[in-house]
């Protein structure tokens, strides 16, 4: 049984784990799933994929999912819509945040996710920008970031969900988004070092892991890389300077800043993923792609060893954090779900929420992440 699949993370192709799949995930054992709106149907559908997927790793895996709030909150699918990041820092309580941490905790462990790919750490520098960043970020500067982000990074740990600081090294002033081409961010050092690299800074030793955003940074590193494959920026910058010491992984490797400039195709999945471990990221995430996760496990062969002997020690630290699932009640995760209505109401009012929620109903779910 192979180790290497340990460097992975895969998303599952539907709501339930069909024996292709499995047989695949078995054989090459990926270290962790991300799950999407694709894999939701209902509460107890949710939890016992969850737990099909648990059962088939003989490593106890990671199984996260992108719980933010607002657009970017996988459940409210099956139960109710947090208030996003924006709201939260308009009301101008961090005990709300606070309590979003803990609701949101409670409510992730009930199906089985130990890690949120969350806080989001960037920036907004302007909340009206057409970026995928839109209502995600807790403040419009560095400082309200490090409160706001802080007390919710706080309270998910206390609930024993692992966390992830995203995106690293700053998506909020990309002129493109990254889910359909790579952007360019032309800032000088002594201006990424007073605003978005003061964020992460900060949180190098209070979240459990970063994913690293698909951008190019000349200030960072001027070979024209992309940040997520970038030597000088994960292990240099990150690792080096700011002396992160979780686990590292890459935004979705299946984003059009990255599928454009390597392509598609076989060759163009090799290089990422051996780019992505070498440079110095733990786990390459393909999201979407499900099915090149096979070619992407053979790619992790030509890295060399002691790349390899890092990434996996990681990977097993990292792993000692999980907390095992709360025990399934159905009527138990209605009472948490309740909570979110709650959250929703003092955060918006009862007429806010409620016509925020009616609003979210008209428009389809966007995976962005």
């Known amino acids: 049984m192979s180790t290497l699949g340990q460097l992975l993370m895969t998303g599952v192709p539907g709501p339930e784990l069909d024996a292709q799949s499995a047989a695949v995930f078995r054989r090459i054992q990926p270290g962790a799933f991300i799950l999407f709106g694709r894999n939701i149907q209902t509460p107890s559908q949710l939890r016992k994929l969850c737990d099909d997927l648990r059962e088939l790793s003989a490593v106890p895996p990671v199984i996260t999912i992108d719980q933010e709030g607002g657009r970017v909150s996988r459940l409210k699918l099956i139960g109710n819509e947090p208030p996003n990041a924006n709201q939260l820092r308009d ?12 609701i949101t905790g409670r409510l992730l462990r009930m199906f089985g996710f130990n890690l949120d790919l969350c806080p989001v750490l960037d920036i907004s520098f302007d909340d009206e920008a057409d970026n995928s960043l839109r209502g995600r970020c807790y403040g419009n500067d560095a400082g309200q970031v490090i409160r706001n982000a802080g007390a ?38 002594v201006d990424l070092d007073a605003s978005e690299l003061a964020v ?16 190019f940074y000349p200030a960072l590193d ?5 940040t997520s494959l970038s030597p000088r920026v994960i292990t240099g910058l990150l690792r080096g300077e700011m002396g992160f010491r979780g686990l590292v992984m890459t935004d979705d490797l299946d984003m059009g800043a990255i599928l454009n400039p ?50 996996l020690a990681s990977v097993a630290s990292f792993k000692t954090g999980l907390t095992p699932a709360d025990s399934w009640d159905e ?27 009616r609003e979210d109903g008209k428009r389809s779910p966007v995976e962005v992440y």
């Open 91 to 102: 009301r101008d309580d961090v005990r709300l945040i606070a309590e979003h941490g803990r």
């Open 152 to 189: 919710f990074n706080h309270a998910l740990l206390a609930e024993g969900v692992l966390t992830c600081g995203k995106h690293f090294p700053g998506y909020s002033r990309c002129p493109a988004d990254a889910h359909h081409e790579l952007p360019t961010v032309a800032l000088d050092r």
């Open 200 to 215: 992460f800074r900060h949180f190098a030793d209070k979240v459990s892991s970063m994913m690293i955003g698909h951008a």
């Open 222 to 226: 001027d070979s024209g890389v992309p």
């Open 262 to 311: 390597y392509g598609t195709g076989d060759s163009g999945l090799t290089e990422v993923i051996q780019r992505a471990i070498t440079a110095g990221n733990d786990m390459a995430m393909i999201c979407h792609r499900v099915e090149m996760v096979e070619k992407a496990h053979a790619a992790l062969g030509g890295i060399a060893p002691a790349v390899l002997d890092r990434a």
């Open 331 to 357: 009527e138990e995760f209605r009472r948490r779900d309740a909570e979110v209505w709650d959250l929703r109401v003092a955060t918006l009012g009862a007429e806010g929420a409620a016509q925020r929620s």
